[in-house]
T-cell receptor, first 112, second 117 residues
Framework: TQLLEQSPQFLSIQEGENLTVYCNSSSVFSSLQWYRQEPGEGPVLLVTVVTGGEVKKLKRLTFQFGDARKDSSLHITAAQPGDTGLYLC????????????FGKGTKLSVKP | GAVVSQHPSWVICKSGTSVKIECRSL??????MFWYRQFPKQSLMLMATSNEGSKATYEQGVEKDKFLINHASLTLSTLTVTSAHPEDSSFYIC?????????????FGPGTRLTVL
């Protein structure tokens, strides 16, 4: 059973387009992180959200945590080739020991 | 801060040999370290969780006698793949959490590419 559903799995877009990646679950998370991973490297932490309804911005990236803390989204405005990579959401289920549950990832390709 | 290193970055070994991978937190003390395995085009699969000075907790299906984890200090954890076989070839990534973090943030190493011939 996949506790954290991430979609889409693959996304290929042209430079300048906008996109949104979703992570959904039936579980409540005490915190949720978004990571970006490039081929042959480890994931790099982009943001952590902890409050229901929270919105955080990182340049052209906007992260939102659902009001019920069961879902999150990542929106990229005016995507650039440098945004290409694997985006992973990961959450710590409330009341658990704190191990992160990872989504399956979204492989984003931005073509110039 | 929160830099995690791994060594080696890649290793090629013969079938039947053992390989040790080191994971170090360079600028913080890691209360907990995690070992993941990642197959091409797939997400991370948690293998085990380790805390300094105690035995690692392995995920279901991960052989503890094959993947030996030692967490000897607050800045170093090692993963030893014993009697490696070609099916053990994969990308192994470690991560660490800081004691001050209350949000379960994990900081990842750059990964180790293991190829078993």
């Amino acid at each position: 059973t996949q506790l954290l559903e991430q979609s889409p799995q693959f996304l290929s877009i042209q430079e300048g387009e906008n996109l949104t990646v979703y992570c959904n679950s039936s579980s409540v998370f005490s915190s949720l992180q978004w990571y970006r991973q490039e081929p042959g490297e480890g994931p790099v932490l982009l943001v952590t959200v902890v409050t229901g309804g929270e919105v955080k911005k990182l340049k052209r990236l906007t992260f939102q945590f659902g009001d019920a803390r069961k879902d999150s989204s990542l929106h990229i405005t005016a995507a650039q080739p440098g945004d290409t990579g694997l985006y992973l959401c990961a959450g710590a289920i409330e009341g658990s020991q704190g191990n992160l549950i990872f989504g399956k990832g979204t492989k984003l390709s931005v073509k110039p | 801060g929160a830099v995690v290193s791994q060594h080696p970055s890649w290793v090629i070994c013969k079938s039947g040999t053992s390989v040790k991978i080191e994971c170090r937190s360079l600028d913080f003390q890691a209360t907990t370290m995690f070992w993941y395995r990642q197959f091409p085009k797939q997400s991370l699969m948690l293998m085990a969780t380790s805390n300094e000075g105690s035995k690692a907790t392995y995920e279901q299906g991960v052989e503890k006698d094959k993947f030996l984890i030692n967490h000897a200090s607050l800045t170093l954890s090692t993963l030893t793949v014993t009697s490696a076989h070609p099916e053990d070839s994969s990308f192994y990534i470690c991560s660490a959490t800081r004691g001050a973090s209350t949000y379960n943030e994990q900081f990842f190493g750059p990964g180790t590419r293991l190829t078993v011939l």
